[in-house]
């Protein structure tokens, strides 16, 4: 929704945006210093998601269970017939 031209008037410009909607130079310039250390800070947060992924693939992954002793199924009563 677009701001009428009205309100564009009084209300001034007090926006890092422009009529676009795109960045301002201030808001581009106001974000760079962080720039950086935020890749940074998301590159390592995706690499530990991902190491602990794949560490708890891998755990599962050896698993064996075969020492793991397995019921035999359960026996069903018989049914007698009434004649």
Do not use: W
């Amino acid at each position: 929704m677009y701001p009428s031209p009205i309100l564009r008037i009084i209300g001034g410009k007090s926006s890092y945006y422009d009529n676009q909607y795109r960045q301002g130079a201030a808001l581009q310039r106001a974000r760079r210093p962080y720039l950086v250390k935020n890749v940074i800070t998301g590159a390592c947060i995706l690499a530990l998601t991902g190491a602990i992924y794949t560490y708890t693939i891998r755990a599962v992954a050896q698993d064996e269970f075969e020492d793991v002793v397995v019921p035999e199924a359960p026996k069903r009563p018989t049914t007698i017939s009434q004649e």
